[in-house]
């Protein structure tokens, strides 16, 4: 049997996201599972387009799920949580409302498309929960782990407003899955406060502030590391740790990690493959078990 | 120093309005508000708002539009569902919020050079002709239609990205914009 998913990378898993798609790519690769990228793909429309049409905002996402549907595939999954939630949230809204299947059906009619309605979108996170299993995780694991206790960051979007990646409010499966790679957690109860999204570019300080109470949080619990698993929230606790500093006062340097990069490490992936070269903040840090992890122990 | 009257008159509303509003998708449950603050209480950015999230339910189901549509509120929220998932009355706040601001542009309410709508709006025009984002392209049209100073606080982060390989100058476009719902709503009007 060989497994396969279809898979939608989205804008930011080709620009500021890119070590998210490295190691979600090398990740799979080593639990032998193949990914497909949708062909000619276009952006999910994230929160902007919706604030401005929202007929249109569901047919420009209903295209991909079309080209989904045309590749004879059942499930796209999508890593990204602005790209995850708008592809739950047309099809939700195409089913409960007759007047936006309609339109979303005669945009999709007029190029020629058919509605994706029978696509399921999957995440990264419930997929490795689900369908590949902790066993599975744990059995493959290669290398120790020296890089400390994790804080698992799930911000808003990938557990809100639908609950098939995890719980909305306290979610665990991150956690899990670490744990099962031989990764420590510590408690984080800000897990799933907003990072602030793209309020990092348009009003400055607030974007800074809500990201400095994040990450004072997360090393008050005692973490040495940041997991998350959105591309949005990866950027913002690493690209303004410079300005957390000043603003904080704290000797902050923390590597913020997709926690696809993690179990790719626990997995024995490959530093470069992996994208650890790409993050901002923690290099230093970083390079202590990045290279201490050379002599691999079998830890089963 | 003018003074003004800060207290609204009944008159001044208008009720129609949110009953309209009542009927749009994810806005049918406005009327069930209680009123009870949940919403601005696990809001992340309440403490920034004119009016926080419960105030604006509020001023939507009492009809006093302009002062709804024209608020920093219905733009600061980042759409985290916060508020949505923890509302004991099932009211669908961030939906409510993205109306008004979809509303707020149509009738051209929105705070002018306020950064959070010039986005939206460069993001939508961008999006729209070519099909993907092109960050660093976006975001040198969203300062340019706020307020380009915005810029000086993103050099040393957009350096950061470059040495990382985290950003490009392409302009990302896909293949078929043909495809893409401007063209196709073109298509549909002929019909």
């Not at chain 1, 179990?263 to 201490?292: E, H, N, T, V």
């Not at chain 2, 009542?22 to 603050?37: A, R, W």
């Not at chain 2, 999230?53 to 608020?71: H, K, T, Y």
């Not at chain 2, 509120?73 to 916060?82: E, F, N």
Request: hydrophobic share 35%; proline share 5%; glycine share 6%.
């Amino acid at each position: 049997m060989s497994e396969e998913y279809l898979y939608f990378p989205g804008c930011s898993l080709k620009a500021t996201g890119r070590a998210y798609e490295e190691s979600l790519l090398t990740l799979f690769r080593l639990l032998d599972i193949k990914l497909d990228e949708l062909e000619d793909w276009n952006c999910c429309g994230a929160t902007s387009y919706m604030s401005i049409d929202e007929e249109k905002a569901f047919a420009l996402s209903a295209r991909n799920l079309a080209l989904a549907q045309k590749t004879g595939k059942k499930e796209l999954l999508a890593p990204c949580a602005a790209c995850y939630l708008v592809l739950k949230k047309t099809q939700d809204y195409v089913e409960r409302y007759p007047s936006m299947r309609e339109y979303v059906e005669a945009s999709l009619k007029a190029a020629n498309l058919p509605m994706g309605d029978k696509i399921r979108t999957r995440h990264p996170l419930e997929v490795l929960y689900n369908d590949i299993g902790l066993d599975r995780i744990r059995s493959k694991v290669v290398r120790k782990w020296t890089g400390g206790p994790v804080a698992c960051y799930y911000g808003c979007q990938a557990v809100r407003p639908y609950y098939e990646v995890d719980k909305p409010v306290d979610p665990t499966r991150m956690e899990e899955l670490l744990e099962a790679a031989g990764i420590p957690t510590v408690k984080y109860s800000l897990k799933t406060k907003c990072c602030g999204g793209s309020l990092t570019g348009t009003i400055h300080k607030v974007g800074v502030r809500l990201n400095a109470i994040l990450l004072k949080e997360a090393a008050r619990n005692g973490a040495k590391v940041v997991a998350t698993l959105c591309p949005l929230c990866q950027f913002n606790l690493d690209a303004y740790q410079g300005e957390i500093r000043k603003q904080t006062q704290q000797n902050l340097d923390m590597p913020i990690l997709y926690f696809t990069q993690l179990l790719g490490w626990a997995l024995g992936g490959d530093a470069r493959a992996l994208g650890f070269r790409r993050s901002i903040s923690g290099q230093a840090p970083m390079k202590q078990w990045l290279s201490a992890s050379k002599e691999v122990a079998a830890h089963v | 120093m003018e003074i003004k009257r800060q207290m609204k008159h009944q008159k001044e509303a208008t009720p129609e309005w949110a009953h309209q509003i009542t009927k749009l998708p994810g806005c049918e449950k406005l009327f069930s508000c209680i009123q009870c603050g949940t919403c601005s209480g696990t809001c992340p950015l309440s403490i920034y708002m004119d009016y926080t999230p419960r105030r604006i339910m509020n001023l939507v189901r009492e009809g006093f539009r302009e002062d709804a549509l024209a608020s920093q509120t219905i733009w600061l929220c980042a759409s985290c569902y916060s508020c949505t998932v923890r509302c004991p009355q099932q009211i669908q706040i961030t939906d409510i919020m993205y109306t008004l601001k979809r509303e707020a542009i149509k009738s051209r309410l929105f705070p002018k050079r306020f950064p959070i709508p010039a986005l939206a709006r460069e993001f939508y025009g961008m999006v729209s002709k070519n099909g993907r984002s092109s960050e660093m392209w976006l975001v040198m049209r969203m300062a340019m239609k706020s307020n380009p100073m915005i810029l000086l606080t993103m050099i040393g982060t957009g350096w950061n990205l470059f040495k990382t390989g985290r950003m490009t100058l392409r302009r990302e476009k896909i293949r078929r914009v043909s495809e893409l719902p401007h063209e196709n709503a073109k298509a549909m009007e002929v019909r």
